[in-house]
């Protein structure tokens, strides 16, 4: 797991995320909602992240499941 997060952003706690009525998942980058999971995919993801032995293991999860929305380009408010 060493080798994953070579700078440390994850032990900054960069990814959350709320788990509905309905099982829908939201998954927020820094506050900003970036991806949305519904039924089997949701279901998956709990599983997984339930699964998981400490917080960087969920922030990892959380990272992998999201890929990469990130370009660059993103304006900073």
């Known amino acids: ?5 070579k700078r440390n952003r ?3 706690t960069p990814f959350c995320y709320q788990i509905t ?3 829908s998942v939201f998954i927020e980058f ?7 999971l519904k039924g089997k995919e949701a279901d998956k993801f709990l599983i ?6 400490n917080e960087k293991e ?3 999860i959380l990272a992998k499941i999201t ?3 990130k370009r660059g380009n993103e304006r900073k408010k």
Not at 30 to 36: A, C, E, N, Y
Not at 48 to 53: D, L, S, T, Y
């Open 10 to 12: 994850l032990d900054e």
């Open 21 to 23: 009525k309905d099982n």
């Open 30 to 36: 820094h506050g900003k909602r970036v991806k949305i």
């Open 58 to 60: 969920e922030q990892l």
């Open 67 to 69: 890929g990469n929305f």
């Open 48 to 53: 997984r992240i339930k699964a998981a032995e």
């Open 1 to 5: 797991m060493d080798n994953i997060d």
